[in-house]
């Protein structure tokens, strides 16, 4: 028992001292994103072996940072961590309230966070049983979610779709509309934020990605959302060089 508790303390330890927060940018999310509900979060799911070392952000978002972290086992892992000062309740609460999987009526910003990280969670575990390639979600505590890492086994993230440039466009354009397609018919989900800026690139595959917003097919924003990841799509591919049209994909995503 004690050797435990001082293993997980070591393992804080570790995990604190090694986030290796760089520069004045990290330094403020460093201060922001650390609060002593995250750390704490933080120092459970060190004790429970999914992270126990951070290893610097690897993005700063408008609500969250994502880190690139290290398990017990010594692999890669994302580590995605919600801000509460900065997350737009207001959108979380009315994307929860339309959603039938949920039932949360309070506005308590805490309790609207980690419903959101869970969320998140059921919504990548339901496109992974189709098929959609998307990081493999491990565990959500509180405002903290933990998933698989996307990128080379050095741990280099991997590339944007819109920030890289593309050798097999074709491939990769007709790829994101099948798992569209099967999201949509199969998992009963739309992404709803789906753009070249939430789609990474490994190793010339399609990993769709921050699926947090995602509504099922039920709720009354799921059609509006839907034409906006195409017109997103349509815009993207054009860039890729993949000329298709609004229309020509939404006859590919219904056609079953
Ligand atoms: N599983 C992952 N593996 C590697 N990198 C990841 C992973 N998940 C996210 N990232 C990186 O972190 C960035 C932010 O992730 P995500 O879009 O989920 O967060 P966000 O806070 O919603 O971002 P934004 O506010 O910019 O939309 C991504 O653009 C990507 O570069």
Redesign the pocket.
């Known amino acids: 028992m004690c050797s435990k508790v001082s293993k997980a303390d070591n393992d804080l330890r570790k995990l604190l001292s090694e986030k290796r927060l760089k520069g004045d940018e990290d330094r403020k999310v460093g201060s922001e994103v650390f609060d002593r509900l995250t750390l704490e979060t933080l120092y459970k799911l060190a004790k429970m072996g999914y992270v126990n070392q951070l290893q610097g952000a690897?993005?700063t978002?408008?609500?969250?940072?994502?880190f690139k972290g290290v398990d017990d086992q010594g692999n890669f892992v994302?580590v995605?961590i919600y801000r509460v000062s900065t997350s737009d309740f207001k959108k979380m609460q009315q994307y929860i309230q339309g959603d039938p999987r949920f039932n949360v009526k309070t506005s308590n910003k805490r309790q609207i966070i980690n419903t959101w990280v869970t969320k998140e969670m059921r919504n990548l575990k339901r496109a992974l049983e189709v098929g959609v390639k998307v990081?493999k979600p491990l565990v959500a505590k509180n405002n903290v979610l933990v998933?698989?890492?996307?990128?080379d086994d050095i741990g280099n993230?991997?590339q944007?779709m819109r920030q890289t440039i593309i050798s097999n466009p074709d491939y990769v354009a007709d790829k994101i509309l099948n798992y569209v397609k099967i999201l949509y018919n199969n998992a009963k989900l739309v992404h709803g934020?789906l753009s070249g800026?939430?789609i990474?690139i490994d190793d010339g595959e399609p990993v769709i990605?921050?699926i947090?917003q995602g509504v099922t097919v039920d709720n009354p924003i799921s059609r509006e959302l839907l034409n906006r990841d195409i017109t997103n799509l349509v815009n993207d591919f054009k860039k890729m060089g993949v000329e298709i049209s609004k229309d020509e994909i939404k006859s590919k995503i219904m056609d079953v």
């Open positions: 690897i993005s978002g408008k609500e969250a940072n994502v994302a995605k990081p998933m698989e890492f996307i990128g993230p991997a944007l934020d800026y939430n990474l990605i921050d947090s």
